[in-house]
């Protein structure tokens, strides 16, 4: 599954994005956005506070309850700012 | 006539407003929203996604088509890097009378602010750079229109 990351998400993580081999109990956003605080150091930098983080599933905002599934791509960001 | 983009290059407004225009409509509101040049920014980037911010868009321009009876809609967002004084966003938002045309449009740009993945990042002449935080005001803003 690929895994995109936006803004200083991304810049904290060091890349756009990356492909990884989900373990097993990694089920929800929120699962693998705790997931990622504790792999690395960079993951950590970017995940310490997950409040600030927002998530799309396929194309569609999700809450960190959602399911992963099969999804092709997870996108991982801090609240938008456009307009 | 509903036409949505995302563009790195300048928004050329009257190219926009002429082709909106193009079908004649009672009425027509218009909101152009620009890169300000306060404390010395020297610079605004808007990152985006390659696919889902595009499809954010389309998405707000179908929740507006579906609440107001519009005649046309354009909603252009820059993104990439920016200077003081370019055009940030436009929304055209056309119907037969003014009411619907001024709803759709301000309902366009509150919630472009918290449905839309973009993502503002300043840059200052004495070389600060930040990442512009969500504001409450904004989501209570947006949050209005149900």
Same mark, same amino acid.
């Given at each position: ?8 998400? $991304?810049?904290?993580?060091?890349? =756009?994005?990356?492909?990884?081999? @989900? =373990?097993?109990?990694?089920?929800? !956003?929120?699962? @693998? *956005?705790?997931?990622?605080?504790? %792999? ?44 | 006539?509903?036409?949505? &983009? ?27 929203? %620009? ?6 920014? *020297? ?6 996604? =390659? *696919? ?11 929740? &507006?088509?579906?609440?107001?009876? @519009? ?6 967002? $820059? ?9 940030? !966003? ?5 119907? &037969? ?18 449905? *839309? ?10 070389? %600060? ?11 209570? $803003? ?5």
């Amino acid at each position: 599954m690929r895994i995109a990351y936006f803004a200083w998400v $991304r810049e904290r993580m060091g890349v =756009p994005e990356e492909i990884v081999a @989900l =373990p097993a109990d990694v089920a929800t !956003v929120g699962d @693998l *956005v705790g997931w990622l605080a504790a %792999r690395d150091a960079r993951g950590a930098g970017a995940f310490a506070e997950p409040y600030r983080i927002r998530a799309a599933l396929g194309g569609t905002m999700v809450g960190s309850e959602a399911l992963i599934g099969d999804a092709d791509e997870v996108a991982l960001f801090p609240p938008v700012t456009g307009g | 006539m509903i036409r949505v &983009a995302v563009e790195s290059a300048a928004i050329d407004v009257a190219a926009a407003l002429a082709a909106h225009d193009a079908g004649g409509h009672g009425a027509s509101a218009s909101f152009i929203g %620009r890169v300000r040049g306060e404390g010395g920014l *020297v610079e605004l980037f808007l990152d985006h996604h =390659p *696919v889902l911010t595009e499809k954010g868009l389309e998405d707000l321009a179908a929740q &507006a088509g579906a609440r107001w009876r @519009l005649g046309a809609l354009t909603l252009i967002h $820059r993104v990439g890097a920016m200077a003081p004084g370019d055009t940030i !966003v436009l929304v055209l938002a056309s119907s &037969a009378h003014r009411a619907e045309a001024l709803a759709a449009c301000e309902f366009l740009i509150d919630r472009l602010k918290t449905d *839309v993945m973009l993502w503002k990042r300043e840059t200052f002449a004495d070389g %600060r750079s930040a990442w512009v935080e969500q504001r409450e005001s904004d989501q209570d $803003r947006a949050g209005r229109w149900g």
